[in-house]
T-cell receptor, first 114, second 112 residues
Framework: AQSVTQLGSHVSVSEGALVLLRCNYSSSVPPYLFWYVQYPNQGLQLLLKYTSAATLVKGINDFEAEFKKSETSFHLTKPSAHMSDAAEYFCAVTETGTGNQFYFGTGTSLTVIP | DTAVSQTPKYLVTQMGNDKSIKCEQNLGHDTMYWYKQDSKKFLKIMFSYNNKELIINETVPNRFSPKSPDKAHLNLHINSLELGDSAVYFC???????????FGQGTRLTVV
């Protein structure tokens, strides 16, 4: 069975500070992992994905995430937060052969303080 | 061009009514989904269709019935709406070869 745990439902950072959003997954087979962002009243937009290639994945808007199998983690980082990064962030996992069913974490709301 | 489009974006209706939400994707994907996002932002899959065939049907009341007339469309019909059905419903699509899903803008359903 697959699942995703996002530690911290709310994270606040100062503008210009490092952003770190945590995600741990559970999967019985090598997973595909994703980070999605949801701006207010919007749909989910893909930030980045891990599909068993490079373990350090770069996404849009200078976000990146590192797949660590030993820690079953896929934490999202950004070196310098912008006001426009304030949003809800979701980590998700899927496996091939399951009809691409996505299991989402409970989300982390990021607040950026000016 | 919108990749995954849902209509309507907002839907307010009374308890007991029947309503439908439409979804269309122009990405050529063969798999489409419906997700429900509750008031705490938790996303849970409801249905998944692959080439018009139902492949995932989570524990959802049978008042919810998906219909896929072709692989570019997946509509959601809800009978006898209840207060607890109030949520944001997201349609999504993906290709079997590329695992990421693309989401629509969501339909905010409010049952009063």
């Amino acid at each position: 069975a697959q699942s995703v745990t996002q530690l911290g439902s709310h994270v606040s950072v100062s503008e210009g500070a490092l952003v770190l959003l945590r995600c741990n997954y559970s999967s019985s087979v090598p997973p595909y992992l994703f980070w999605y962002v949801q701006y207010p009243n919007q749909g989910l937009q893909l930030l980045l994905k891990y599909t068993s290639a490079a373990t350090l994945v770069k996404g849009i808007n200078d976000f990146e995430a590192e797949f660590k199998k030993s820690e079953t983690s896929f934490h999202l980082t950004k070196p310098s937060a912008h006001m426009s990064d304030a949003a809800e962030y979701f980590c998700a996992v899927t496996e091939t052969g399951t009809g691409n069913q996505f299991y989402f974490g409970t989300g982390t709301s990021l607040t950026v303080i000016p | 061009d919108t990749a995954v489009s849902q209509t309507p974006k907002y839907l307010v209706t009374q308890m007991g009514n029947d309503k439908s939400i439409k979804c269309e994707q122009n990405l050529g994907h063969d798999t489409m989904y419906w997700y429900k996002q509750d008031s705490k932002k938790f996303l849970k899959i409801m249905f998944s269709y692959n080439n018009k065939e139902l492949i995932i049907n989570e524990t959802v009341p049978n008042r919810f019935s998906p219909k896929s007339p072709d692989k570019a469309h997946l509509n959601l019909h809800i009978n006898s709406l209840e207060l607890g059905d109030s949520a944001v419903y997201f349609c999504a699509s993906s290709q079997a070869a590329g695992p990421e899903a693309f989401f629509g803008q969501g339909t905010r359903l409010t049952v009063v």
